[in-house]
């Protein structure tokens, strides 16, 4: 195993063990770790991008199939401003819009329960985006 691989590996198997005290983790057939919280599902991959220099990043679909709506893009768009932890992306599609957060940070080194933590922070910012623009999707009574 080179150098790389055992990094990355080590990685996700900390990653691996700082999740499970929160959610049911299933590690993919390419190495990589998903899940969901509540309704956002996630993925995790670590990645080395220089000696000495793995990463983990974090993606989470936010919400999808969203109607084209600009007001919906302008909200994300506020909403990816105010936040601290990842960076939020729509992308349109022919069945309407995806909302993404992906966070990537230096991981190396760091011990499962603030690993942990950090992790939390992003994923439970996506589920209140969530809940959020789904908000906004829906119409007014």
Do not use: I
């Amino acid at each position: 195993m080179t150098q790389e691989a055992a990094s990355t590996a080590e990685l996700l198997t900390a990653a691996k063990e700082a999740l499970e005290t929160y959610h049911e983790v299933s590690v993919d057939d390419d190495g990589a770790l998903t899940f969901r919280h509540s309704e956002v599902p996630c993925a995790v991959q670590a990645m080395q991008l220089a000696e000495g220099l793995t990463v983990l990043s974090l993606t989470c679909v936010v919400a999808w199939d969203l109607p084209q709506d600009d007001k919906l893009a302008q909200s994300a768009a506020e909403r990816a401003g105010q936040g601290l932890f990842g960076t939020l992306g729509v992308v349109r599609t022919e069945r309407g819009m995806d909302v993404t957060l992906r966070y990537a940070f230096p991981a190396e080194g760091m011990d499962p329960p603030p690993l942990g933590t950090l992790l939390m922070l992003v994923v439970s910012t996506a589920s209140q985006l969530r809940g959020e623009l789904v908000d906004v999707d829906t119409p007014a009574e």
